[in-house]
């Protein structure tokens, strides 16, 4: 029997169970299957061993796809090279696949894989892999080389894969990956190296199956490690010739599931080539405990067949149980798909009507043994009995291919032409099933369906050629031939036989598509062609084709125009032509009409000729047109154009206008003359040249000189202008240029000589002076601008308010500025207003802005004291004091001053009044001089007071008292009472002298001392002292001092001074908040501070919180404390900064807290 083949492998031999992981997670233990036919016919006959093992770097659930289970097997058994293979989808990118390969050990080998780039605009991208993940660009060196190349005449990309000295761990599945844009290819191929037959009683197990590590000299090689976890390294052992450990025997006599665990126990990494050494070992056959014979490797059926597996028993008395891919088989009283039947000590099933399901592992248990075989199903090919039979029809008709087989329910391919034919759900292609019979139905036949069709079975295959024809065709109404005006509806109409067949429309033998505006309809026979809108384009010869047939039918269409002219295409108002003098007018109009129709080109009652010489009308193509090569006035005038053709007649009118430059202006006339200015107007010109008058030049000169300056460089709209920037009393000439659309005129004639002279600028800053009952007195401040003419003088007029009856106040001019009106009626208003007058007139007035009221105006009194006055006056005795206090009022005020409540004494203090102030002068100050001074100002009824505060001041007295309060070592402790006269100031300190009683000569012991006692050390033992002290103020010490009436004696051996005993005071405090925290609010993005103060000693802890939660460690906030004042900063602050802000303060007497609010807005832009 031959060597059965897994049902569940791929053609290329890898398996592609998947491997679930464990209940608790973990990847299973790996599982070994070991395939071996029984050796009838050759000793060394093919063996299987796969080995499914978990991909340490791959994720578990992608553990159960086909690159992720790593196979050893041998390839594809002979007899599956017989088996009928499916077609793979056609390559993408890829026109040559790399292949498997084999290679000894040593040795070279390389893998070439094509891509044609016709359709590439760029070069593909192509990647290597090992397996599933490991990419083999990162791992080129001596061992492994890319090569890339291009065939410019080919377009065909090679990318080359070469491996050089191959080792036994390069074996494996290789992957090549091309991409382009969102194009995609693959493609897989093994790689086996072989290795030479060797014993592996010699070999060091341990030593032969590690790998190399990633820095030695192989680095660049295909190894697995280099991506595997480091272990922690042990120390390097001197190996002796024969291991420690003999783990050929662990490995010989520990089970399947455990070799991965023994080869990480003693550090083998190379596990595929372990268990491809361990593959090379025979076998010892173990004999079984509880099977006499047990179950062959595997079985084979034909499908509808029966089989019997058995096993013959060494104790007949054990349980027996079959398993069917790991289930349990259970028999049924009511089924006899499985039998079991009992024959001494065998043990046999059977089971009936073998079907495909039926194929699958089986194995029998016995107690803790188990044996285990596979049962192959043999699917019977399926033969055609009777075949399909040739076709010929029409379109439009059925077609329906009928075939038998020898089996219900097989399954068949049909085809056409070699190609699959497709049956979804929206092909026009039905398949059905009736037995044994089987249907190919097409139920609208098309010219596309002719071809050679084929249904294929297992077991053979029919085929024959079906020829679908055109219908005979018929024309029930052929094209007519039609004469249609521009712009009219073409509509062409035809019927023919069959109904149903499309058609071509041809203008001119150019294919017609339906658009807005053309319409193609064909129903049943009928086929239209509509035009909307005719055009000139649409003229020509039609022709409609009907889709397969070689007849046409033919139609000539003529579009006919009646003659226009195209006018409105010149965008000329009022169809005015406008021209230069002297240029060359070409004329151009458009046309149209169909045939061309004739133009005569008329101005009144001439004919413009082709022919002639200046003037000439031409005709040609879509336009006629008129030239004039050089135009004159006589020109202008109505051109008259005249169509005809055989659809009618048009005419049209054109008016040609020829413009020149205007003719110069009269001379301008100048009326006014200012100091560097004057006015001057003009009238236009006669003729303005055809054109409306743009604007007007003007120049002037100085009389004596020849050069003209040109006065605006933008036209002037007017027939007025004010020349400006002239010298006075130079004579000047100005002249005007006329401008129009063509040019710019001759000039005018020059005006009249003219000199400016100018006057004065009005007078500035008047101001009503005074007023009383009869007069008032006005005041105002030279013009600004006097000019060359100087200024004679000023005059001033008033007017009643009401009237314009201006009265000029002074017959002769006056040169003051400053006036008195006299002779004014008492209650009546009256406004002033003052010219100033030189050679060349009077100036503009200087009014007042307000009427003035004829009548002697009350101002309450206000004093206005100097700053220096409002604090307290301080001089010396003998200084003199002047005082100015200034004041208002009318009329004159009266002022009163006083001393203490009582009027001054004249004789001992000077006064002096004015209308605006008042004077206060004492000669030589007296300490009687002191006191407070108050000014009385008062109008009627009205009045202001002001208190002056004078002191002056002088030396002070002596001290009252010096008395020595004690003697004690070198120190001597000093009282003093402070003096009785202070020199009507405050004592500012002392100076404290001393002297030697031998010698009686005064030494400072110290200056500018405040107390009233102190104690002065460093005296010399055994010396008798006298003590003075001097009073001292802002004037100085006093005249005097106050000696001690006893002397003090700094004794040589002195009792010792009892010092009293002081205590320390208790400065400490509970924590006390002096300054709170203030509700705050704060713009966003600019930096905010809270502040506040504490007192406590000890030094407080300070803590910041915000919402009740501390605030620590935040870069947005930064924390101060110095002297007692905390201040917590926020940098930039947003509106999630705002909320409750509290400061707390603790030490170990107590703490205290103060809160505030900090709301921070968002600042708005104004628009």
Known sequence: MPEPTKKDETPNGQPEESVAPDSNGAPPLPEISLEVSPPPEDANSLKKLSVELPNDSVPVPAMGRKDSVWSLGEGQAPEELDKPIDTPPLSILLIEKPQSGTVPVGGDITFVAKVEAKDLLRKPTIKWFKGKWMDLASKTGKHLQLKETFDRFTKIHTFEMHIIKAKENYAGNYRCEVTYKDKFDSCSFDLEVKEAEQGSQNIDIRSAFKRSSEGQEDAGELDFSGLLKHRNQREPKQQDDTPEVDVWEILKNARPDEYEKIAFMYGITDLRGLLRRMKKIPKEEKKSEAFAKKLEPAYQVDKGGKIRL??????????????????EIRPTPNQRKYIFEHKGTQRIMVINNCTMNDDAAYS???GDEKCTTELFVKELPVKIVKGIEPVKTTVNERIELECEVSEEGAQVKWMKNGVEVPTGVRSRYRVKCEGTKHFLVIDDASREDTGTYSIMATGGTSEAHIQVDLKPLKIYQDLQDMTVMLGQPIKLHCEIYPGNVPGRWYRNGQLIQPNDRINIIHRNKVHRLEIETSSLHDAGDYTFVPEGYSQSLSAKIHIIDPPRVHLDSLNFPDN??????????????????????????????????????????????DQTSLTIEVTEREDTGNYKIVLQNEAGEATASVKIKVVDIPDPPEAPLVPTVGGDWCSMTWEPPKYDGGSPILGYFIERKKKQSSRWMRLNFDLIKETSFEPKKMIEGVPYEVRIFAVNAIGVSKPSEPSKPFTPLAVTSEPTMLVVDDVTDTTVTVKWRPPETIGAAGLDGYLVEYCIEGTDDWVISNKELTEKTKYTITGLTPGCKILVRVKAINAAGASAPRTLQHSVLVKEVIEPPKIRVPRHLKQTYTRKVGEAVNLVVPFMGKPRPKVIWLKDGEPIEPSHVSIRNTDCDSIIFIRKAERSHSGKYEMTVQVENHVDTAIIDIQIVDLPGPPQCVTIEDVWGGNVALVWTPPKDSGNAPITGYTIQKADKKTMEWFTCIEHYHRTCITITELVVGNEYFFRIFSENMCGLSEAATQTKKSALIVKEGTQMKTPEYFDHDFKEAPKFTQPLINTFAIAGYNATLNCSVRANPRPKVIWMKNKIVIVDDPRYRMFSNQGVCTLE???????????????????????????KLEVKVQTQEL
Not at 1141 to 1154: P, S, W
């Open 310 to 327: 058995v096993v013959d028993l060494a104790d007949p008395t054990v349980e027996l149980k079959w398993y069917k891919n790991g289930q």
């Open 364 to 366: 029998v248990a016995a």
């Open 576 to 621: 005015t032509v406008t021209v230069v003098a002297g240029n060359k007018l070409r004329l151009e109009i458009p046309i149209s009409g169909e045939p061309a129709p004739r133009v005569v080109w008329m101005k009144g009652e001439r004919v413009i000729l082709e022919s002639g010489h200046r003037v000439r009308a031409e005709t040609y193509g």
């Open 1130 to 1156: 926020i940098r930039k602050p947003s509106p999630y900064d705002g909320g409750l802000y509290t400061c707390k303060a603790i030490n170990d007497l107590g703490e205290a807290q103060v809160d505030c």
